[in-house]
């Protein structure tokens, strides 16, 4: 969220009551923040359907059964949301955690890692911070 100088301490209070009722609510410094937010809040829902799309299709053909893989695959993301929403560790301690060294998970990530997994997840996201940007330009310019 992002205010302007009119916005008196109640406006913005109520505000957070409201967007706090259904989730959380942060604000940032200036509305050039709000495509970060639009990358990372607007489209990660997208992003992680995809990787659990991604994750259930291959253990399909793998062998396992489509329902089953479809519950674990999301079962899994939301036990690894939950651990991570409520744990003091970083995401990066979590992952450390669960990660036994030469295990299958150290191979998964390895694979990942020489694949710029986190090249290609920073590129999707500079493009969408990107488009929020033309978005808002275009918005503008039809003002």
Avoid: H
Wanted: aromatic share 4%.
């Amino acid at each position: 969220m992002i205010t302007n100088a009119s916005c008196t301490a109640k406006q913005k209070k109520l505000t957070e009551q409201i967007i706090g009722s259904v989730g959380l609510c942060f604000w940032v410094e200036n509305e050039e923040m709000m495509d970060a937010v639009t990358a990372l809040s607007g489209g990660a829902p997208a992003y992680l359907f995809l990787l659990i799309e991604s994750m259930a299709n291959t253990v399909v053909a793998l062998g396992l059964d489509k329902e089953i893989a479809k519950k674990l695959s999301v079962q899994t993301a939301l036990g690894a949301s939950m651990m991570a929403s409520k744990s003091d560790d970083s995401v990066a301690q979590l992952r450390a955690k669960v990660t036994s060294k030469n295990g299958t998970t150290q191979a998964a990530i390895e694979s990942f890692q020489k694949q710029d997994f986190e090249l290609i997840v920073s590129r999707a996201m500079r493009a969408a911070a990107d488009r929020a940007r033309e978005i808002a330009a275009e918005f503008d310019s039809n003002e």
